[in-house]
């Protein structure tokens, strides 16, 4: 069975300042990834997606995530945070083949700091 | 592109009564609809997968009769939560996904409260 571990419950991080959210999952081959964000009371925005190719994946508002097969992780990374970044952010990993279903981590809360 | 819209956005209503939640792709034809449940500062729940013409599969713990899904077209899939009680209280919130992508595309959920 799949899953998905986000080791970190809440982050806080001053405006302008890096950010690194991890992320680890369980799965028994390559697995389909994600990164989603969630305002309060919205529903989920993609950031990024990996499904194979290049592991560095550059997505919207900035955001990258790495894909490290050794480390069953793909944490996602910004060089610079906005204070409009603060946020719920969930990783999540999907099955191949699998009618697209998607288990989803327990979510980061992003704090900024101004 | 891709984008999934859901109405309600908020209900309200008695306990023992029925509601039902429309979740509808905008500029694509959804072959697979999702529905979840997230409760406050939790993770997303998958309720159950529904594909276009065929009944849906729920996952387990979830009340089949309670919670009915329809997904008769491509383009709109329906949730009713029948004889709501209090603790069906949630946000719920549907994605859908189209025949050549493993990308699903989530709408911006409804917040239904039962009293």
């Known amino acids: 069975a799949q899953s998905v571990t986000q080791p970190d419950i809440h982050i806080t991080v001053s405006e302008g300042a890096s950010l690194e959210l991890r992320c680890n999952y369980s799965?028994?081959?390559?697995?389909?990834l994600f990164w989603y964000v969630q305002s309060p009371g919205q529903g989920l925005q993609l950031l990024l997606k990996y499904f194979s190719g290049d592991t560095l994946v550059q997505g919207i508002k900035g955001f990258e995530a790495e894909f490290k097969r050794s480390q069953s992780s793909f944490n996602l990374r910004k060089p610079s945070v906005h204070w409009s970044d603060a946020a719920e952010y969930f990783c999540a990993v999907g099955a191949r083949g699998n009618a697209g279903k998607s288990t989803f981590g327990d979510g980061t809360t992003l704090t900024v700091k101004p | 592109g891709a984008v999934v819209s859901q109405h309600p956005s908020w209900v309200i209503c008695k306990s023992g009564t029925s509601v039902k939640i429309e979740c509808r792709s905008l500029?694509?034809?959804?072959?697979?609809m999702f529905w979840y449940r997230q409760f406050p500062k939790q993770s997303l729940m998958l309720m159950a997968t529904?594909?276009?013409?065929?009944?849906?599969?729920?996952e387990q713990g979830v009340e089949k009769d309670k919670f009915l899904i329809n997904h008769a077209s491509l383009t709109l899939s329906t949730l009713t939560v029948t004889s709501a009680h209090p603790e069906d209280s949630s946000f719920y919130i549907c994605?859908?996904?189209?025949?050549?992508?493993?990308?699903?595309?989530f709408g911006p959920g409804t917040r239904l409260t039962v009293l």
């Open positions: 529904s594909n276009e013409g065929s009944k849906a599969t729920y």
């Open positions: 994605s859908a996904r189209g025949q050549s992508t493993d990308t699903q595309y």
């Open positions: 799965y028994g081959a390559t697995p389909y």
């Open positions: 500029d694509f034809q959804a072959t697979t």
